[in-house]
């Protein structure tokens, strides 16, 4: 298996995002990205004790220190930022510092966002070890945490310097968390790309069973769809919402059901299914959704959370504009599109998975 | 007395400064610049009572509601930023509500990163009350909040989208406050502007008696200069740091004295002295920036803290790079520039100053 490069062309915040096997350890793999004289890792309790040794020879004459935070969503708070960032004061760190994420999606949001403060923005690097992170959130800049109300209310634009996806690291993810992840490629392939969804459809259990030549090729596909949406829209204020199929619905799910209790993963693949039955999809087209999660062992409903209460949890929801909220809906499978006029027993039918 | 508009051209982000007697109060001075159905405003418990009621009715048509927070400079902390967020989460705020500054520098500061990191930023709008807020703090988008260890050492860069100063707040300044917003008046001087240094020396007496004519001009002096350097350089890369003059010095006397003990212009006051000693000035040049700090009814020396305490505390300084502290030194007054290297017996007798 050959390693790939993909860009993300966004002028001087320009990077890279390298995906190879086994990269991590490869001396100068990361120390070509710091600029200054000294590096904070922050990694959480499950990823350091496998992976901290190899990334620091990684980091060959880079004074560096390792932060470890507890695993899982519920880390995602302000008052871990105010802990990284009491490390990097503690380190003495300056403007010239790095940050370097070591970890799946949450580790890297906070990093970002604490990257983002410290000291008005220092520059910090993406090493995501989960599948999740990999194909989707250690790309394009959005880093942030959550507050008890809503997921990610807190956070910043700050892009990475560069992103380095060792798939090696995938052989130790948990298969419920590598499953998670499995969504986040559906979503590319359902909101935009009919012929990736095809082939997913035809690799799914290649796709499962980490055939490396499938797995680096899905992560590829979707990093390169991902640098070219964040590329024209950074700030999204267009089509990088697309990139939200399901997300408005999930994170409801996640919301209410409590951080942590469903992988973020699980609750984007039950609200694409949301989307598309609030779509007004037909049948056929919402049973080879739910098909497709199902074959890659992902839920298809919501839990019995009640409609209501997802719906009152969704109008804090970000995409809210001058009081309505904005859904990312289906056209057919493959094809997404922005809309604040959604179908009202359409959506009637979709929060009502829901009511259990 | 005729009202001012300086504007600040950032692409974009362009926005005015309009600077104008009484003005508070006159329909849609602020409802034109909320683009939002709905805004925050953020004050505290000394401007509040005296002009929130005048701001709401700048406001005519725009929902909106007030958080009052408690006065100075220890309630920049990363707590109060999460109290504001709560606010905004409270009152379901979405991406296009405004963030309203009511307040001196403090107060712009924490709005401002608040803004910044709610839901990724939303808009803000300073309404500076405080002299020093309104030729400085206001103006060019640095927010941010204290750490123990450091003033300002956590924030972002989030340009206002208006600057409203109403210099008829200043009758109500207590004058010790007034006399710190000068010390930012005399760092123009200093930096860059030897006419303006002249013109200063002449009517400092006018300036603090608030003539209006001289204190307008003077405020309009200063945000036009700062608007000329943040327009060239907004993220501090170069020439924007001289505007850091006395400030390296004056963080450490904050932060060593304890937040809210020296008012930052008086800190400030203090380390243009200070920089002028290390810059090893000809004593009557000294005496020159002395005499007029003094005119103005501030410190000329720094607190008997202990010069190797200071030099501790500057070395968390933002301006460091690559463990060197850069520091604002002065090649005459009205000429600053930024250096690593700085003739070290000078540097000594400056930090001795603070040996008590």
Redesign the interface.
């Known amino acids: 298996m050959t390693e790939q490069t993909v860009s993300v062309e966004l002028g001087e915040r320009r990077y890279t995002i390298r995906i190879a096997a086994n990269v991590l350890g490869e001396p100068r793999a990361l120390a070509d990205f710091v600029n200054?004289?000294d590096a904070l890792i922050v990694s959480n309790e499950v990823v350091a004790p496998l992976y901290a040794d190899r990334l620091r020879e990684s980091l060959p004459g880079v004074r560096h220190e390792l932060v470890i935070l507890p695993d899982g969503e519920q880390t995602k708070s302000?008052t871990t930022?105010?802990t990284v960032?009491?490390h990097l004061?503690a380190m003495?760190a300056?403007?010239?510092t790095t940050v370097i994420a070591l970890g799946g999606g949450v580790v890297g949001d906070i990093s970002g966002?604490a990257a983002?403060?410290?000291?008005?923005?220092v520059s910090f690097i993406q090493v995501p070890t989960t599948l999740l992170a990999q194909v989707d959130s250690s790309v394009g800049g959005?880093t942030?945490v959550n507050?008890p109300?809503?997921k990610?209310?807190?956070?910043?634009?700050h892009q990475p310097a560069h992103v380095l996806i060792d798939t090696g690291t995938l052989t130790t993810l948990p298969a419920r968390e590598y499953s998670a992840g499995i969504a986040e490629i559906i979503k590319y392939a359902v909101l935009g790309d009919r012929r990736f969804l095809a082939w997913l459809e035809n690799n799914i259990t290649a796709l499962r069973e980490q055939d490396p030549t499938v797995v680096a090729e899905a992560i590829r596909h979707c990093c390169t769809m991902k640098a070219e949406i964040v590329a024209g829209d950074e700030?999204e204020r267009g089509r990088r919402a697309l990139l939200n199929l399901g997300h408005t619905f999930g994170h409801a799910i996640e919301t209410v059901a409590g951080y942590g209790e469903w992988l973020h993963g699980e609750a984007v693949a039950a609200g694409m299914v949301m989307a598309a039955i609030a779509s007004d999809l037909p049948d056929r087209d919402i049973e080879r959704l739910r098909s497709l999660l199902a074959s890659a062992g992902l839920p298809v409903a919501p839990p019995p959370l009640g409609g209501d209460v997802l719906w009152r949890a969704m109008?804090?929801d970000?995409?809210?504009?001058?009081?309505k909220l904005r859904l990312i809906l289906l056209r057919e499978l493959g094809d997404a599109y922005v809309t604040a006029d959604c179908n009202n027993a359409a959506l009637q039918a979709a929060l009502a998975l829901a009511d259990g």
């Not at 970000?318 to 009081?323: A, I, L, M, P």
């Open positions: 200054g004289p302000l930022i105010a960032l009491d004061v003495n300056n403007r010239d966002f983002s403060v410290y000291q008005r923005g959005k942030g507050h109300a809503g990610n209310l807190i956070g910043a634009f700030r109008q804090l970000k995409k809210v504009k001058d009081g």
